[in-house]
């Protein structure tokens, strides 16, 4: 960027709009400050006036933070009326000065929508679009962009590139080095990116983005949108996030706070289930059946043979009687709580009054029968049921209900009931269920092969065990709870949990049927948006279309889907290895567009076997210090990290798996929307087939890297991606020669 002559201007401008959002922020505190220093007591208005007030003051303070974050990264002008410019600086909030005149717009608001979405063709009344180069919370250079009649004329430009907005400021931006967090792309929004994340609220929104497109970005920045314009809903209603995993969901989870936004939450598919984190790997094919539709049948089915009458009569000792309960009665009990409403434990209740009546009516008939018969005598008469001396007085039907509220309480009861309708909790069930293949093949009896039952079986552990369970298991929990409902009676109102008035879907691609179905019983509405990318699908269930995905989770609202194709990550020289390989394997797909070249071409290295570990060392070493302070990542095979993690740790690599290092070591599925300087692979057919994923998932691991890709092998790369390398390598000598 040019030296602009309006530097100077612009950079006291800012420096007197930051002094009033400090003074914005001191005038929350004090007012905060106030409300905490009034006396304790007071009336029970005047306590909940100061809770309303710290609360808001709280709230106000969240708002106004954004960090070590410029107020305002450019502005625009337009054409007002007659001829007189409106000038607008656009920021991460809205900033007024002393006398409530703007001095910076929030970039939510409508007024700054061209400052996104002008173009030659339709400047939309702009005549200049300004963005700002920022260094340390200060403008270091100023790009200007200027609209004519004709079109866009000065600032750079380069026909041969997709139509880019301020596109110095978004170069600058995407050469940054990348560190642990994912930073907001809040200056740099291009067009098609601003028309999704100000897209209705209404409805399912699913964006299609192949590698480095920004999807993620635009649905973090559509969440702030979203409780910006509906504010007053979504405040009270919730917005979600579901990330594919627990180092995805801390890689993003600063960029909604650094827009202003703390109120988000953010969760993984194992977290939205609420039974911990799986623990137990499972092959595919485990996988592939627990995440089918079919399994919230079988769930149901798994419950309902556990509602069972008694096959004999039962019998329980009440004094000198003995009451007998028939077959019969279970049955009736049985039939008329399964054709009520509610959930099963919430049914019991039902079953144990219907059963406790029962019980009672027999027991006052028994006595009866005694008394006139002479076989007892009154003054003989047990008293554990009732009083004898007022029995005549009190009414019958209130006399069956009292003696009813006894008998529950009788162990000898509670152990009938639970024998006929027990309570259970998720982990119970599952647990039983999935160690005894009778109740397997019971509950799968229309739905599930003897093949297939005999995957679900595993030997019987604790059902108080975390460490049981699969990450599939965790939605079949989910799933059984819905059905279950609390095990604890005090608890039962909130069965179904809370819902949310948005839910945002990162790597949706991925989603099981089940895990799907989980998702869409927590929308309140049906307002969704979904990011992912079919090319990068590396779930069991392979190649499915976007309407597969979205299937479990459609409610009336039509669903909406758009493309990002312009790949502002992943350099030419990577993308012309990777869509290669797309062509060969995939042919179906259409790769992304790059933006730039990063002058470095893809290099591979052959390392003999018992070399591996130590030649994988000396290159990420080398890497890290190439791309310093930058981040390297090293993607090696699902199953055989942990070797890696111990043999490159004696080999002397300082490393994380949980990007707080310059060095990640992590798995395909753990790589998944990240971003990183220089991404080391390590055996990409190994990395393929220990997780039994197709090529696709090498297409995902080469995309990672903004800048550097290495492959480091021991005759285990496709022929594919080593024939393309070498024809890339020809090419840049080819064109070094010219120059």
């Known amino acids: 960027m040019s030296v602009n002559p309006d530097l100077a201007a612009e950079r006291r401008f800012l420096a007197k709009a930051n002094d009033r959002l400090e003074t914005m ?8 400050d106030l409300a905490l220093a009034t006396p304790r007591g007071g009336t029970h208005q005047a306590r909940a006036e100061r809770d309303v007030i710290v609360r808001h003051s709280l709230a106000r303070l969240e708002q106004l933070e954004i960090g070590d974050q410029a107020l305002s990264f450019g502005g625009i002008d337009y054409d007002a009326n007659l001829g007189r410019v409106a000038s607008f600086h656009i920021g991460r909030l809205a900033v007024a000065d002393e006398d409530m005149e703007p001095l910076v717009v929030d970039w939510r608001a409508p007024v700054a ?5 002008a173009t030659g063709k339709d400047p939309m009344r702009l005549t200049r679009r300004r963005h700002f180069a920022l260094e340390d919370r200060d403008i270091s250079a100023i790009e200007d962009e200027f609209f004519s009649a004709e079109g866009l004329s000065g600032g750079p430009w380069n026909s041969d590139e997709p139509n880019l907005a301020g596109p110095g400021s978004l170069f600058a931006a995407v050469s940054k080095v990348r560190t642990g967090r994912m930073a907001d792309i809040v200056s740099t929004i291009q067009a098609q990116q601003d028309e999704i994340i100000r897209s209705p609220l209404s409805g399912m929104l699913v964006v299609q983005g192949g590698p480095g497109t920004g999807k993620t970005a635009v649905a973090l920045h559509r969440a702030a949108y979203l409780l910006y314009t509906y504010r007053m809903r979504l405040e009270r209603q919730g917005v979600l ?25 953010i969760t993984t598919i194992n977290g939205l289930a609420g039974f911990g984190e799986g623990r137990i790997a499972e092959t595919d094919s485990e996988a592939r059946l627990k995440g089918e539709l079919r399994m919230a049948a079988f769930i149901a089915k798994a419950i309902r043979d556990r509602e069972r009458p008694l096959k004999n009569t039962a019998e329980i000792a009440i004094g000198p009687f003995v009451v007998k309960i028939t077959s019969g009665d279970t049955i009736e009990a049985v039939r008329a709580a399964q054709h009520r409403s509610g959930t099963h434990n919430q049914r019991r209740r039902f079953v144990e009054a219907l059963l406790a009546v029962k019980i009672a009516e027999k027991y006052l008939a028994a006595r009866q029968a005694g008394i006139a018969a002479g076989f007892v005598p009154e003054s003989q008469m047990d008293d554990q049921m009732l009083d004898i001396a007022d029995s005549l007085a ?11 509220q006894k008998v529950k309480r009788f ?35 229309e739905s599930l092969s003897e093949e297939e039952a005999r995957l679900l079986y595993r030997p019987a552990r604790f059902e108080d065990d975390a460490n049981q369970w699969s990450s599939s298991d965790l939605v079949l929990l989910n799933e059984a709870n819905i059905l279950l409902g609390s095990y604890q009676r005090k608890n039962e109102e909130s069965d179904d949990g809370r819902g949310y008035g948005h839910i945002i879907v990162d790597e949706a691609q991925d989603l099981s049927p089940m895990a799907a179905r989980m998702i869409g019983r927590y929308s309140l509405s049906g307002s969704m948006t979904l990011v992912g990318d079919v090319a990068q699908a590396t779930s069991p269930f392979g190649k499915r279309t976007w309407n597969d995905i979205v299937a479990p989770l459609k409610k009336s609202d039509p669903v909406h889907l758009v493309e990002l194709e312009v790949n502002y990550r992943t350099p030419q020289e990577v993308m012309d290895i990777a869509g290669g390989l797309l062509k060969v ?5 259409k790769p992304t567009t790059p933006i730039r070249r990063s002058g470095e071409a893809v290099e591979i290295f052959m390392s003999g076997r018992d070399e591996l570990f130590s030649s994988v060392a000396e290159v990420v070493s080398a890497e890290r210090d190439r791309v310093a302070p930058g981040t390297v990542a090293v993607i090696v095979p699902v199953d055989e990290k942990p070797v890696y993690v111990e043999r490159l740790s004696q080999a002397g690599l300082v490393f994380s798996s949980y990007m707080e290092a310059a060095v990640s070591i992590l798995s395909i599925h753990e790589a998944k929307g990240l971003e990183f300087d220089s991404v080391v692979i390590v055996g990409a057919n190994r990395l393929l087939s220990s997780a039994g994923l197709n090529p696709q998932a090498l297409f995902v691991a080469m995309t990672r890297t903004t800048k550097r890709l290495v492959i480091v092998h021991n005759k285990d790369v496709p022929d594919v991606i080593v024939d393309l390398i070498l024809q890339q390598k020809k090419g840049i000598g080819k064109l070094q020669q010219n120059t």
Request: no cysteine; proline share 9%; glycine share 4%.
């Open 113 to 117: 929508e061209p400052f996104y979405r």
């Open 394 to 404: 009190i009414d019958d039907k209130q006399l069956k209900r009292d003696l009813a």
């Open 585 to 589: 394997f995939a042919p179906e797909l």
């Open 25 to 32: 922020r001191k005038s929350a505190r004090e007012m905060m």
């Open 411 to 445: 162990p000898e009861f509670q152990v009938l009931v639970q024998r006929i309708w027990p309570k259970l909790t998720p982990q119970i069930l599952l647990s039983d269920l999935f160690s005894h293949l009778p109740l397997i093949r019971l509950a799968g009896k």
């Open 241 to 265: 996030v579901v990330a594919p995993n627990r180092i995805f969901a801390r890689y993003i989870d600063q960029v909604l706070p650094s827009l202003g936004e703390t109120g988000v939450q």
